[in-house]
């Protein structure tokens, strides 16, 4: 979903001719994008931040919000590596980001990533965007306070707050010498508790709760 037409015809050349993939349509602006979504569910969305109109944050917000289980993954397109409008999107459910020059190979390695439930393409980068962003304002409207984490265990706060601070679940397996499967289960039903669908909601969870503090000098 983009309202520029020569990034969207381009997008949807490279998707069609990739194997194991179908473009379910395109959208010019959120608006549209929402109805679209509605009528051809499709696994993945690529959402364009700013539109005129409907925002890609209120679009994404909107179609998470209507959509039926599974919901559509939803990767963010945005021309810049830090922008606040990004951790909008993160907070309104979407699964990460990509920088619109990123190059072909990448963006589709991002998309299979995202497909396959990877919620986060990456997490390194996602970090750094909500250290920078997360002491100050939104450009759009909180959708929910910081998450109350009393209903946690302690492990879960600890996988949580590693997860926070952009480790994978292979490297918070090593720090707390568990499994991988072990960590993904914890992960997994903090975010049920605490109301999260997906791993970026997570990390954007554990800085707007306290549990991880952005970095001095960032």
């Known amino acids: 979903m983009d309202d520029q037409f020569l990034i969207r015809a381009g997008l949807v050349g490279l998707l069609r001719a990739a194997p194991g993939i179908e473009v379910a349509g395109e959208a010019a602006d959120g608006?549209?994008?929402?109805?679209?979504?509605?009528?051809?569910?499709?696994?993945?969305?690529?959402?364009?931040?700013?539109?005129?109109?409907m925002s890609g944050i209120e679009a994404?917000?909107?179609?998470?919000?209507?959509?039926?289980?599974?919901?559509?993954?939803?990767?963010?397109?945005?021309?810049?590596?830090?922008?606040?409008?990004v951790y909008g999107a993160l907070r309104a459910g979407a699964s990460g980001f990509l920088l619109k020059d990123s190059g072909p190979e990448r963006l589709l390695t991002a998309v299979a990533a995202?497909?396959?439930?990877?919620?986060?393409?990456?997490?390194s980068v996602t970090r750094r965007l909500i250290e920078a962003y997360a002491p100050h304002p939104e450009p759009a409207?909180?959708?929910?306070?910081?998450?109350?984490?009393?209903?946690?265990?302690?492990?879960?706060?600890?996988?949580?707050?590693?997860?926070?601070?952009?480790?994978?679940?292979?490297?918070i397996a090593g720090r707390l010498s568990i499994s991988e499967a072990t960590v993904k289960t914890h992960l997994n039903r903090t975010m049920s508790?605490?109301?999260?669908?997906?791993?970026?909601?997570?990390?954007?969870?554990?800085?707007?709760?306290?549990?991880v503090r952005p970095a001095r000098g960032v």
Do not use: H
């Open 31 to 53: 608006a549209e994008a929402v109805e679209l979504a509605a009528r051809t569910r499709p696994e993945v969305i690529l959402m364009d931040i700013r539109m005129p109109g």
């Open 141 to 171: 409207p909180a959708a929910e306070p910081p998450a109350d984490l009393g209903a946690l265990t302690a492990r879960e706060r600890e996988v949580l707050q590693l997860t926070g601070r952009g480790l994978s679940n292979c490297e």
């Open 193 to 211: 508790k605490l109301g999260l669908d997906s791993r970026a909601q997570a990390v954007v969870t554990a800085y707007e709760s306290g549990l």
């Open 60 to 85: 994404t917000r909107r179609i998470l919000a209507a959509a039926e289980d599974p919901p559509p993954r939803i990767l963010i397109l945005t021309t810049f590596d830090l922008d606040e409008y």
């Open 114 to 123: 995202v497909r396959g439930g990877d919620a986060l393409f990456a997490p």
